[in-house]
């Protein structure tokens, strides 16, 4: 099972990404999805999350920015980042709570990481 992130990049201020990120594999059931995100010389901090049946969670300083969403159908989950600010700069992780067979036990992963930076 790998998680495939997509979609950073450089923007402006003000500008807008979307994020993507896909599981595959051997999948029975994905349940939380999200993303985190790190700077250099911090700890990984939660950016948003979101369960299965839609119920989403934000950090506190992207709330009214940005939207967490998912594709149940393709294990993918979305995060559209609008108001981009310079603080936002990170490399974006990808994590998702994976059941790769029925009554197996979920396991929680991570993608590889995709780098936003936005310029002031």
């Known amino acids: 099972v790998q998680l495939q992130a997509s979609g950073g990049g450089l923007v402006q201020a003000g500008g807008s990404l979307r994020l993507s990120c896909a599981a595959s594999?051997?999948?029975?059931?994905?349940?939380?999805m999200g993303w985190y995100r790190q700077v250099p010389g911090k700890q990984r901090e939660l950016v948003a999350t979101?369960?299965?049946?839609?119920?989403?969670n934000y950090a506190d300083s992207v709330k009214g920015r940005f939207t967490v969403s998912r594709d149940n159908a393709k294990n993918t989950v979305y995060l559209q980042m609008n108001s981009l600010k310079p603080e936002d700069t990170a490399v974006y992780y990808c994590?998702?709570?994976?059941?790769?067979?029925?009554?197996?036990?979920?396991?929680?992963?991570w993608g590889q990481g995709t780098h936003v930076t936005v310029s002031s």
């Open positions: 994590n998702a709570d994976i059941v790769s067979r029925r009554f197996y036990p979920s396991i929680n992963r």
């Open positions: 594999g051997s999948i029975f059931r994905v349940d939380t």
């Open positions: 979101v369960t299965s049946g839609g119920t989403t």
